[in-house]
């Protein structure tokens, strides 16, 4: 097996209880050609001088130091100074299993040792062997709560490589539209990748700043789009710490409009990049319908973000909050040519008990204007 440098990034801000772990799981990692590159942004606890000691009892650590500029920034300078083959990122307050890079090199290096014929490409006939260059290795994490753990699967019921159109029916709509809101957001994460140097220079794929809010998505589709062949591994490797003061478990007053922002990004991805490696993707009625789909879903997490026992705003403001986006011309759009009996829509609304909840809200809130 050649053993290719992987550039692993990690952007720290704040988190000296948690920096130590992280990175003693990264040094000690069975795999040694690694490039480990930490970005401070700026952080004013102790995690500059934890990242230091590292650095200097390692010399594969490369530590930067910028203003605080937010973690878009931050990744984007770790892949202008990556020298890796392959890219991949860490959260700062993550860990990993120690033979985590191990096992994924070797899956990309030599994808159909691990794989039976039949599931070497899902879906296909007949299976092009010449190559066994592998775009990108996709893999399972674990959800670390403070009193549990909980595997998280990707939706695949075995290991398998996805190829050309697959990697659009199969994983490109899902990442903007699964069958559930979580499933997607749990296939977005750009820390359970990792990626081909070549392909992010080639096609100029970086974080997108002005977003804070879904910028692994977007980062993930400029990607993906630009896949010819994917892995997914079905192993939990990576050990993600929950947040409940994560940005999407916390009110944010602005959620709806960052959610029509990233909308309209995505839109523009596929719209505007018709010079994109995997040409099976097509913009069709099935992409229409995520990018719809996903409006809709984040319509419902807005009103319910309104609703959030941290907005101390009055019933009349968060009454008129609920009006304005429902009212929202793009929605209003969306809505008249949405199949509602759509499968997803009656998972989504099953699944989240908060739309009647929303609806009870809005009745209150009606009546007490009116009284």
């Not at 809709?296 to 609703?307: A, E, Q, R, T, Y």
Request: aromatic content about 10%; overall charge neutral; some cysteine.
């Amino acid at each position: 097996m050649r053993v290719e440098k992987v550039s692993i990034i990690i952007p720290v801000y704040n988190v000296e209880k948690y920096l130590k772990k992280c990175l003693d799981s990264i040094t000690n990692q069975s795999y040694k050609n690694l490039e480990i590159i930490i970005i401070d942004d700026g952080s004013t606890d102790n995690s500059l001088e934890i990242a230091k000691g590292f650095e200097k009892n390692d010399s594969r650590i490369k530590l930067l130091t910028q203003k605080n500029s937010g973690v878009s920034e931050a990744r984007n300078v770790g892949i202008k100074t990556a020298t890796g083959k392959y890219i991949t990122f860490v959260d700062s307050d993550d860990w990993l299993e120690l033979d985590m890079y191990e096992k994924l090199m070797e899956r990309i290096e030599n994808p159909y040792k691990y794989l039976k014929p039949d599931i070497m490409l899902e879906g296909k006939d007949e299976c092009d062997y010449s190559s066994n260059e592998i775009d990108s290795i996709i893999y399972s994490f674990t959800r670390e709560y403070k009193d549990r753990s909980e595997a998280e699967v990707i939706p695949f019921d075995k290991n398998v490589i996805l190829v050309d159109e697959e990697i659009y029916s199969k994983w490109i709509l899902n990442l903007i539209s699964g069958e559930d809101e979580r499933e997607s957001y749990i296939m977005a994460s750009i820390w359970r990748c990792i990626y081909r140097k070549d392909i992010i220079d080639r096609y100029n794929i970086l974080f997108d700043k002005e977003l804070s809010y879904a910028e692994d998505l977007v980062f993930n589709l400029k990607y993906f789009i630009n896949s010819k062949k994917i892995y997914i591994y079905n192993e939990a490797l990576y050990h993600y710490r929950f947040n409940t003061n994560s940005a999407v478990t916390k009110y944010d007053n602005e959620l709806w409009k960052k959610n029509l922002k990233v909308n309209k990004v995505i839109d523009d991805i596929f719209n505007k990049n018709e010079d994109r490696a995997n040409n099976d993707i097509k913009i069709n009625n099935d992409l229409k319908e995520r990018i719809n789909s996903r409006l809709i879903s984040v319509c419902v997490g807005s009103l319910v973000n309104i609703f959030h026992e941290d907005n101390k705003e009055s019933l009349n403001i968060k009454y008129k909050k609920v009006k304005d986006i429902l009212n929202d011309k793009k929605l209003v759009d969306v809505k008249k040519n949405y199949n509602i009996k759509n499968k997803k829509y009656k998972l989504l609304t099953s699944n989240i008990p908060i739309i009647p909840i929303a609806i009870i809200n809005l009745n209150k809130i009606k009546k007490s204007l009116i009284k």
